[in-house]
Every structure is written in structure tokens, then in C-alpha cells.
């Protein structure tokens, strides 16, 4: 029987990879150039999850994806925070005064700016964390690091030169595990949950504020807001959401009723245990 295999974005080695191994190490960790395969690969049956990073505590949300996940038929069932560490890689033998030069992904190499300067290394933007691994593994130069997970060093047969250099240490990525089930078992009732949904407000004066009135009045915390641009118009109508609790609780059921009062379109994208990870101070 096959163990399964989880879809991520990325190379070999990248922190979705790292995800999937802590959250699923059962499964077979299935790597995807961009996050339209991954979604398609879960969607027609070549990988039964995905593990995709939705965002992150530095750089903000992770734009392609809110707009794949309302039409990508999938639906949510889990969520998992990850702290992000960095290590900065080279060949074997190479020593940190060799160093000249260090690639990785602009945003890395943005988060690691103090280790970069006080070795005073020349950066080199490359578009995934892993890939810069991959390409010095294939490309030995003992002028040369990267920065990257630890995995990637390890499958890619580098040396971690020093570890954990983000600048930032509460670096937190947090991931939405999909499945392509349009109607996934509910999670337990012991579970603190997360409901995500995506709506629409109708073409009316003050649509958003009456939407949102049943969320205050029925005491449901909203965690989460954000407005989308559709079809290139310009108007900031579309809404990505997430509350805490379930469709069943009775505050969020008055809520998303009156919110589909005020709304065009209101379609839930999963209701997921919260992460553990939420709780910490």
C-alpha cells in the first residue's frame, strides 16, 4: 500500500519541504515549480495533500495564493506554524574566510542582512532557498555559499558553515494543508478550530460594515481580513476571511447568515484544528 505523497512548492530541501516532513513524515514529499502544479497535483489525484505557505511573520502573506485557493476546488483541513532557521551552506572543505559570495532567495537573503555584511559576501538572488543549494552542489566553488534550510545541506551533500542566522528569530511561516475531498471528515469537537471562507459584499453603500455586524454582535473573533482585487478591476470587493470556531457553533451561524445577507458569493474553504503553535505568548 502506498504511504501517500504531499505536494509543496519549491526544490528539494525548501521549507515547504521541511514542513511536510515534520507534519506528514509518513507521506513522500512530492516537490512542484509552482504553486499552480501543486494545487493541480492534489487536485487530480497525484498527491492526496499539500503543504502551502499562505504567510509569513516578516514578509507579509504569500500573494499568488489567496487567489489560487478560492478556485482551486480544494479544501483546507489543517494548518501548521513553522519557525524559519537558515543556514548558511558551502562545499565540503570551504572555510568562511574562502567565502566571496552568497545566493538564495531575495527575501533570505533580506532576513540574514547581518551575518551577509559582517562577512562582507556579495549576494546573488536566486528564486528558491533550495535551488541555491542544489546549484552549488552541482557547481562546486569554494568562493561560494548558499542559504538555505538545513535539509537542503543535507541533500545536497554541503556543510553548514553557521547555523540559524536570520536576523529575526521569531521568523514563522504558517502553512494550509489542502486536500482535493470536497466534503473532508470535521474535526474533533475537542479541537479549538479555524473556519476559512472567502465572500463577495453586494454593490451597495456600506455592505462591508453591515457583513461584518454579525461577527461582533454574536461574539465571533475574526483573526483574519483581507481584500482581493478581481479580474483586474480595481474595485477591493473580494474578501478572504478566517474566524475562530465552526459553521456549527451558534455565534458563527448567525454571523455568516447575516453576513450572506450583505454578500454576492460566501463559500468556506475548510474548518481545521487551530495549530497549538497559536497559543504560544
Known amino acids: 500500500?502506498?504511504?501517500?505523497?504531499?505536494?509543496?512548492?519549491?526544490e528539494l530541501g525548501a521549507n515547504s519541504h521541511e514542513a511536510?516532513?515534520?507534519?506528514?513524515?509518513e507521506m513522500e514529499p512530492v516537490p512542484h515549480a509552482t504553486f499552480e502544479e501543486a494545487f493541480e497535483a492534489v487536485r487530480n489525484g497525484a498527491c492526496q495533500l499539500g503543504m502551502i505557505p499562505v504567510e509569513n511573520s516578516i514578509a507579509g502573506r504569500v500573494a499568488d495564493v489567496h487567489h489560487l485557493l478560492p478556485a482551486s476546488g480544494l479544501k483546507i483541513?489543517?494548518?501548521?506554524?513553522?519557525?524559519?532557521?537558515?543556514?548558511?551552506?558551502?562545499?565540503?572543505?570551504?572555510?568562511?574566510?574562502?567565502?566571496?559570495?552568497?545566493?538564495?532567495?531575495?527575501?533570505?537573503?533580506a532576513q540574514c542582512r547581518k551575518t551577509v555584511k559582517r562577512l562582507k559576501l556579495k549576494t546573488e538572488p536566486v528564486g528558491?532557498?533550495?535551488?541555491?543549494?542544489?546549484?552549488?552542489?552541482?557547481?562546486p566553488d569554494p568562493t561560494r555559499a548558499a542559504i538555505s534550510p538545513a535539509l537542503a545541506a543535507e541533500l545536497y551533500?554541503?556543510?553548514?558553515?553557521?547555523?540559524?542566522?536570520?536576523?529575526?528569530?521569531?521568523?514563522?511561516?504558517?502553512?494550509?494543508?489542502?486536500?482535493?475531498?470536497?466534503n473532508p471528515p470535521p474535526p474533533s469537537f475537542t479541537h479549538r478550530c479555524v473556519t476559512s471562507f472567502v465572500f463577495r459584499v453586494r454593490n451597495m453603500p456600506a455592505a462591508l460594515y453591515?457583513?461584518?455586524?454579525?461577527?461582533?454582535?454574536?461574539?465571533?473573533?475574526?483573526?483574519?481580513?483581507?481584500?482581493?482585487?478581481?479580474n483586474g478591476a480595481f474595485t477591493a470587493t473580494f474578501f478572504?476571511?478566517?474566524?475562530?470556531?465552526?459553521?456549527e457553533d451558534r455565534g458563527v451561524a448567525l454571523a455568516f447568515e447575516e453576513l450572506q445577507f450583505f454578500s454576492e458569493r460566501f463559500e468556506i474553504l475548510g474548518v481545521y484544528p487551530a495549530d497549538p503553535f497559536r497559543d504560544r505568548g
Open 157 to 182: 551533500g554541503l556543510e553548514i558553515l553557521a547555523r540559524d542566522i536570520e536576523d529575526e528569530h521569531h521568523n514563522t511561516t504558517r502553512f494550509l494543508v489542502m486536500t482535493a475531498d470536497r
Open 210 to 230: 453591515k457583513a461584518m455586524g454579525g461577527f461582533a454582535t454574536n461574539g465571533v473573533n475574526m483573526t483574519k481580513l483581507e481584500s482581493y482585487m478581481e
Open 20 to 25: 511536510c516532513v515534520a507534519a506528514f513524515p
Open 128 to 139: 528558491d532557498t533550495a535551488l541555491a543549494a542544489k546549484l552549488l552542489s552541482l557547481n
Open 1 to 10: 500500500m502506498s504511504k501517500g505523497k504531499i505536494a509543496f512548492q519549491g
Open 77 to 109: 483541513i489543517g494548518e501548521r506554524f513553522k519557525p524559519i532557521h537558515f543556514q548558511l551552506m558551502a562545499n565540503p572543505g570551504v572555510k568562511l574566510e574562502d567565502l566571496k559570495t552568497v545566493a538564495s532567495m531575495p527575501i533570505a537573503l
Open 240 to 247: 478572504y476571511a478566517e474566524v475562530d470556531g465552526r459553521p
